[in-house]
């Protein structure tokens, strides 16, 4: 994904929630003190990344996660960070609804304004395998390929809700 704001790290945001009608199955926060989280299947127990902080230029994101293995790690802008280990074997259960930028309480709904995003998100993609990391490189410069086999975003069809917009723009 591709994300710009001026939100200060006074408090937590999330960008990508995937929650299917029982759980929350994956969420990547921006946690308070500026961390970059990965949450899975409901658990208060995450993997955290130390970066810096996002701005008003669009930063590319990604994050990568092995089921197999645990092998956890995030790239800003191509940038690589260590590898963690987190909750190896686990599986996300498919039938879920995605969420950009709020923090979705249930499966039908119920928000809190205080944890959503403000600014641009933009180019989600998800794979159901681990990328390698020269194609996640050559997309952070702006290679338009691969698209995502889970969800890719210039196929999503948007159901907007609160003061979201969606600007079509060449990405």
Partial sequence: MRVATELSCKREVILFAYRTPNADE???????????????RSSSEAVHFQV???????????VTWDSSSGATALFLDG???LTKIYKM????????????GQDLDSYWGSFEAKQSFVG????VNMWDSVLPDST???????NREPRG??????AIQFEIHGGATVLN???
């Avoid at 994956?26 to 899975?40: I, T």
């Fill in 89 to 100: 074997g686990h599986r996300v259960q498919s039938g879920g609804r995605v969420i950009l």
């Fill in 169 to 171: 723009r060449e990405l």
């Fill in 79 to 81: 940038r690589r960070s």
């Fill in 120 to 123: 641009e998100i933009s180019d």
């Fill in 136 to 142: 996640i490189q050559r997309m952070s410069s702006g």
């Fill in 149 to 154: 086999n889970v969800f890719e975003w210039e």
């Fill in 52 to 62: 810096p902080q996002f701005g008003a230029l669009e930063t590319h994101l990604c």
């Fill in 26 to 40: 994956l969420n990547v926060w921006r946690e308070q003190d500026g961390r970059l989280s990965l949450y899975l």
